[in-house]
């Protein structure tokens, strides 16, 4: 009796000790990954990849394992030291990498990915992008926007242009040039009127921009001014550059040709007042609109090549594609094509004025009306398709890299539509838009509303 109430006794010991260890065993945590921000980087930058922030709660070891995921078409970028804790990619195409990071503690694991967009190192330094204002940038813009940033000042700004060094340059109806970087006011340069024109950069960073007080400013990269050339009319009109000459028009219905030390090559004289900007050509061909209902071409030496005369004023600034022909909107509700002889291609009839300036890219072209409407045509004059805006489209549209449009409109909203015609996103801001936004560098948009307020967007 006393051996078997033993045997139970040691028994129930042995399970009571079992019972114990299993609880007292440890429960294994997952770990976490952290591979750190999604970042912005320029072509040619070296992009490093830190995982340093990864956790185990349990204390244990981790193993590290970098992949890329996704990749630009055609790209050969390979991750330096995948299995270390910091790791490097060297990007060999512009577009978009996606990266996985998995750590291990050698039981359980995680994983995070991280985006890396990779930008041409890019600027926008005069309206349309360009001598031919075609509107289209080697940078991406946002794909899915968002509001980074704004600066409000006491009058409206123009749109801007951006400095390969981050640097952006704006007119403003307080009379002011602004610079601005990081958005922060670098410095204002005061007129003695309203600024409306779109300034423009040279090669050696002057900053060249004319004003409603009559004359036409070149400012150097600090703020102070270089030279100044007086005109007897307004000018609305951003500049178009080449090595040799700085062409604008003004409201004295004349062309001006200036040097870069600000000196008169030539001017021509149309019959009425000029408002919008020109576009060049590679044979320094100048192409501008007037209220006296023309679209003149003028040779580099200020000779007349030819005009052709639409119904009604043309404000809208011309755009020239790769093969010389040339694209603009009237106030006869038309947009037209002419060859480089000034011969018509086609025309196309909206159902409103047009102030919107085209953008090209390849064989497509991109409008706003006054009927609401953004267009999309193919370069032989057929509509590929319309987005219908909630008010007139005066704004011009851009296009980035990847083929994305974006314009404001006067209903307050900034657009990103794609190729095909698709909505992308719209940003209300807090009044119209009527200029063109500028696409910058490292994806970031720029907007000018009459809200006095310039706006940075980005990728959410």
């Not at 028009?249 to 007042?273: C, F, I, P, V």
Request: charged share 20%; with cysteine.
């Amino acid at each position: 009796m006393i051996k078997k109430y033993l045997v139970v006794v040691i028994a129930f010991i042995f399970m009571v000790s079992v019972i114990s260890c299993k609880k007292e065993k440890k429960v294994q945590t997952p770990p976490k990954a952290d591979a750190g921000q999604n970042q912005n980087v320029f072509l040619g930058e070296t992009v490093t990849l830190d995982g340093s922030k990864s956790i185990d709660k349990d204390g244990d070891d981790l193993s590290y394992l970098w992949e890329i995921t996704s990749a630009p078409n055609g790209s050969r970028t390979a991750v330096e030291s995948k299995k270390d804790k910091m790791a490097s990619i060297f990007p060999d195409k512009i577009g978009i990498y996606n990266i996985e990071l998995t750590v291990s503690d050698g039981e359980l694991s995680d994983k995070e990915t991280i985006t890396i967009r990779v930008y041409p190192e890019t600027s926008w330094k005069v309206f349309g992008g360009d001598a031919k204002n075609t509107g289209k940038s080697n940078s991406l813009a946002p794909v899915k926007g968002k509001v980074a940033c704004k600066l409000t000042a006491d009058g409206s700004f123009t749109s801007c242009v951006v400095s390969s060094d981050g640097v952006i340059y704006a007119g403003n109806s307080d009379k002011s040039l602004y610079a601005i970087k990081d958005g922060k006011v670098l410095w204002k340069f005061t007129t003695n009127g309203v600024i409306s024109a779109v300034p423009a950069l040279g090669k050696d960073g002057t900053i060249y921009v004319g004003s409603n007080d009559d004359s036409f400013y070149a400012v150097n990269p600090d703020g102070s001014l270089k030279w100044i050339y007086e005109t007897t009319g307004m000018i609305n009109s951003s500049a178009a550059i080449n090595d040799s000459s700085i062409n604008f028009g003004s409201s004295d219905g004349k062309l001006y040709s200036l040097d870069h030390k600000g000196n008169l090559r030539w001017t021509y004289k149309t019959q009425a007042g000029i408002y919008g900007s020109p576009a060049m050509d590679e044979e320094g061909t100048v192409y501008i609109g007037s209220n006296d209902y023309n679209l003149y071409a003028v040779n580099k030496y200020g000779e007349l090549k030819w005009k052709y005369e639409t119904l009604l004023r043309v404000i809208a600034s011309p755009a020239i594609d790769s093969e010389g022909n040339v694209y603009f909107g009237s106030l006869d509700h038309f947009f037209y094509s002419l060859n480089k002889d000034g011969k018509v291609n086609w025309f196309y009839k909206t159902s409103a004025p047009i102030y919107s300036t085209a953008a090209i890219n390849g064989e497509y072209i991109y409008f706003g009306s006054n009927d609401r409407n953004i267009y999309s045509l193919r370069k032989d004059g057929a509509e590929i398709w319309r987005v219908l805006t909630g008010n007139k489209v005066l704004s011009s549209p851009v296009i980035d890299f990847k083929g994305n449009i974006y314009v404001g409109s006067n209903d307050s909203n900034i657009y990103a539509i794609s190729k095909a015609g698709k909505l992308l996103w719209k940003i209300q801001t807090g009044n119209i838009i009527n200029y063109p936004p500028t696409i910058g560098p490292k994806g970031y948009l720029y907007v000018s509303a009459w809200d006095k307020t310039l706006y940075a967007i980005k990728d959410m």
